[in-house]
């Protein structure tokens, strides 16, 4: 997405006035195909839609594009839901402990859910349920997404149901793996059914960083996450532990990218971007909602994570992607938790798989870090 063409800037201008309240602005002259594949491609169809609803500006092609978006948005959400439902019952007949994750949260935060546009349902659940679940999903005409090779359990079936059940909320990429089995310690039941959980306001917001930055160092993330970060900010941050929210950014050493989007999202709805900050979002955002493909890792943003004084960064940064940490690795492929002798093995299987599924990757790797030590000598 080109964020300085007229269509993008049309497009942040519905997405501002729409999340403050304020009148929708009449667009300039501009290719309205091309605008509405932005917001196809941005995931902002449902609050475009109902937001340009009946605005005599809009071309009628156009309106009946949107009207059929949004509507096609509304019978998901409601089938999604209906089949949340069913799946919940499954849970709290096994027993297992479960919260929901990322924009089933955040889209509360948001002026109507529905302007919050999902993909899929996330939710945590303990690896110990495993099997059940991936029982019952499969009896249910589920595919298995996954292979036991990550953190989740992902599961679709059509027209549009998508469902992970995370283990962990995060598995390695490029040594980034934070452990966040603290947001158990910090949340709330939900219900009476005493298995449903509330994340705490300042774990969204952290978990939300994390996933954001996890994009970031994958090649990109989209508007999206921007107006997420902004409105989980300015609703919670006079009543949150900001403290503590400080001391867990600086642990995942994620403190100066936390503070750099934040206050990036806060400008954006103040139209008050500086030209480092409009250069930061283009790059960012190049590649649709969220980009997550490792071909397109950003290499330069994750070996500066394992730079140090003593310039040994590039054999850190070399042995940490050959033999990840126990803590990783165990992220990565859960049944190690049950069977810790396996341990050697997965590490040998995992050293086949990187070099056997991803060699453009590696390459890039290897070029980059080439290209910095002789940039340092």
């Known amino acids: 997405m080109v964020v ?5 800037r049309y497009f942040f201008d519905v997405i501002i006035s729409t999340i403050k309240g304020e009148r929708i602005p009449e667009p300039p002259e501009m290719d309205w195909d091309k605008f509405v594949d932005t917001v196809v491609e941005q995931q ?43 799946i919940k019952s499954m849970l709290v007949e096994n027993n297992a402990r479960f919260m929901l994750l990322k924009g089933s949260v955040i889209r509360n935060y948001y002026p109507k859910q529905s302007f919050r546009q999902m993909s899929d349902i996330d939710l945590l659940c303990d690896y110990e349920h495993h099997n059940a679940i991936c029982d019952y999903m ?8 996954s292979d036991g090779g990550g953190n989740t359990d992902d599961f679709t079936k059509e027209p549009y149901f998508t469902f992970e059940f995370h283990h962990d909320l995060f598995k390695d990429v490029y040594g980034f793996c934070p452990d966040f089995s603290f947001v158990w310690d910090n949340a709330k039941l939900k219900d009476e059914s005493g298995f449903e959980y509330e994340m705490s306001v300042e774990d969204v917001y952290l978990h939300s960083v994390a996933h ?17 970060t902004y409105l989980l900010a300015s609703k919670n941050e006079s009543d949150w532990n900001r403290a503590y929210i400080d001391e867990k950014l600086e642990s995942m050493n994620l403190g100066d990218f936390e503070k750099r989007v934040r206050k990036a999202s806060f400008d954006f709805f ?10 930061f979002f283009q790059k960012a955002f ?23 004084d003593n310039g040994s960064s590039a054999f850190k940064y070399l042995f ?18 049950e069977k810790p002798y396996l341990l050697p093995l997965y590490y040998v299987k995992r050293i086949f798989k990187r070099f056997a599924t991803g060699p453009k990757k590696v390459a890039k790797e290897m070029k980059y870090l080439t290209k910095s030590n002789k940039s340092k000598e």
Do not use: W
Request: hydrophobic letters at 35%; a negative charge.
């Open 4 to 8: 300085d063409c007229k269509e993008s």
């Open 44 to 86: 902002f169809v449902s609050l475009v839609a109902q937001a340009l609803e009946n605005k005599p500006f809009v071309p009628e092609k156009i309106a009946e594009r949107l009207s059929q978006f949004k509507n096609n948005e509304f019978l998901r959400i409601i089938s999604v839901q209906n089949e949340f439902n069913e």
């Open 138 to 145: 499969l009896s249910r005409g589920y595919t298995m997404l």
């Open 212 to 228: 954001m930055y996890k994009h970031f160092i994958l090649g990109g993330f989209g508007v999206k996450f921007i107006v997420d």
């Open 270 to 279: 103040e139209n008050n971007l500086s030209a480092s900050q409009q250069e």
């Open 286 to 308: 190049r590649y649709g909602t969220f980009m997550n493909d490792e071909n397109f890792a950003n290499v330069e943003e994750i070996l500066n994570n394992y730079q140090n």
């Open 320 to 337: 940490s992607r050959i033999f990840p940490s126990k803590t990783q690795i165990k992220s990565m492929y859960p049944v190690l938790n």
